[in-house]
């Protein structure tokens, strides 16, 4: 089967609709050529699918697999993806540790049909040129390998005697890492282009690998720590020691003493021997020996002591009894090795496998997330209910009404409901109603003619408008002022408005979403929002859980917003503490997603070195309100004083809030918080 060029740049662009997908049940390689007529189209399609399900196993798989088998999955991964798109090899490049910048072939397919060539080479060497060029980070995509630039002569000359007609290189990163390596696909038979949505998908393939091979590599690291560990404790010293429980008395070797930190001497007592014993393991220790009497099992027990001369040292000891002679009591009979440095070997292995745990979940998180929702990082029960409601809405026309405390991502959910959306294509419009003075918001929903009112020296096209044939976001809906809620109303019922100063109704094709912060029964009972308005807006509501209710997403939005921040400050952060983790997880968040973020960004200026410290006295050792509007009055009024009341600006309360000035005036005015002169 030949593949075209114009072909596949057709079959790539546009993509095909859902439905389109669904009604083919199946679907095709990216790009290749068919016979003309509907026939083709509908093979195209299927075949496509089925390459779009080979990447999703192949992502499922390689979350999964064990650290032993990535080798033979990535290339039984290679395999499939060669066979599935009709190119003839692929290979995996992987840069040397001991120099950077030379790599060399570890995994490879190659099509059964090619004669056998030598697999194992220096791409650096051969392809000198398509190296550099991915080692830098950058893709190449090379359709014609007999037309190259001047400076990639020798890859030209690699390329050609292996017969090699068109080649990809992908670069190889994890996590936003550097690059260190190269994912390779040629083909033999025939010149392939590379369009860019077939790229796409191969780097998600290629940032697959590098995280698998980067999680082999820290597995690998950690399973010669625990061999230098056991080697460490075979070969430690030990002392020997018996106890007679009669008579209290303690015989030790000098190693023993050493190791306890006392002076040599012939005999010590229990006596001597407790007080070396650090307070919370004298009854730790205490049962063991009793416990080793009276089963006369083995008895193995860890403690530390505090010696004079300050050293706090972890002890390993292993007794048993031993029968007496005719007339002599049991003896407790072992030995004792200083395992202080295993001790916090094992203490550093299991932050490291806390850490890795960590980054682990946080890449099966971004899988998931980036094939469901890509902007919304969680996993809890109460995200996976809103998850849920998402996928029920967003295919439909209705109108959703998202309701949540400030800083819960009502906008994400938001986009997320229209990205996924027939109207994806379309970019979504968004209205702040809170962030708007009423004189304005009227022309900013509706727009205004030319000389509408007094300054209106141009006509001005409103949001509705703009929205035609996508989706427009009303963002805090309770604050739009009582005397726009009719004209909205119309617009919900009718799809029509009029600009201001026209009288031409104006007709469009508008998805609605509407999101606050209050409670629009509660406005309408006192009065300020319309009744019949409400309704037409709760056809299908979606509550977003407050941040205190959804703790367990807190170590995964904490890795995000790392990530997302030390690229901008330059920074790199490879370890958050248990003890740090867990606070943030108590505390109650009363700005949510929102303060969270921004207290991730103030621990990330603070910190020096690799570890995200979190020296915030306000999140440290908050104590949470009994209500939540007790807290959010608190929480505002800390930050006003500490800006001395300065609202608008750079380090002004609104920023450090991140709030709109006109919001922040607000929720003041909301909270009754009395203001600076109020106070004096």
Known sequence: MTIGSAHLRRFWEPEPSKAEMLAACDMSVYGMDRAPGQQAELSELKDRLRFEKLIADISSRFVKVPADQIDREIEEAQRSICECLEIDGSGLWQASRENPGSIHLS????????????????????NPWMASEVLAGRIVAVADTTQTPPEASKDRDTWTAYGIQSALALPLAAGGG????????????????????????LQLIAEIFANALERNRYE???????????????SAGTGVWTLDPTSGHIWATEKTYELLGLPPRKEITVRDFMA???????????????????????????????APDGVVRWIAARGRRQTGKSGESDRLMGVCADVTKRKRVEQELAELRERLQAESQYLREEVRVHVRFDEIVGQSKELTRVFRRIEQVAESDSIVLITGETGTGKELVARAIHNHSRRKDRLIVKVDCAALPPTLIESELFGREKGAYTGALTRQVGRFELANGSTLLLDEIGELPLELQSKLLRVVQEGQFERLGSPRPISVDVRLIAATHRDLRAKVKDGSFREDLYYRLNVFPIQLPPLRERSDDIPALVWTFVRELER???????????????????????????ELRNSVERALILSEGRQLS????????ATPSTTLKDAEYQHILSVLEKTRWRIKGPGGAAELLDMHPST???TIRRLHIPTKSEKV
């Open 220 to 234: 690998q690291k950690l399973r010669e720590s625990e061999a230098r560990l056991s080697l460490a404790a075979d």
């Open 568 to 594: 901008k400050m330059g920074k790199k952060i490879e370890y958050i503490s248990k003890e740090t983790m867990e606070k943030l997880q108590r505390y109650t968040w009363p700005g949510n997603i929102r």
């Open 614 to 621: 979190f020296q915030l006295p306000e999140i440290i050792s």
């Open 107 to 126: 995994h490879i397919y190659r099509n059964s049909e090619i004669p056998p060539r030598p697999d194992r080479m220096a791409g650096d060497q051969s």
């Open 664 to 666: 922040l005036f607000s």
């Open 276 to 306: 070396v014993v650090h307070p919370d393991d004298r009854e730790t220790v205490d049962y063991a020996i009793n416990d080793a009497m009276q089963s006369g099992q083995e008895a193995s027990f860890e403690y530390r002591t505090n």
């Open 178 to 201: 550097p690059v260190f390596g190269v994912l390779t696909f040629a083909t033999v038979h025939k010149r392939q282009d590379w369009p860019e949505e077939l790229k796409r998908r």
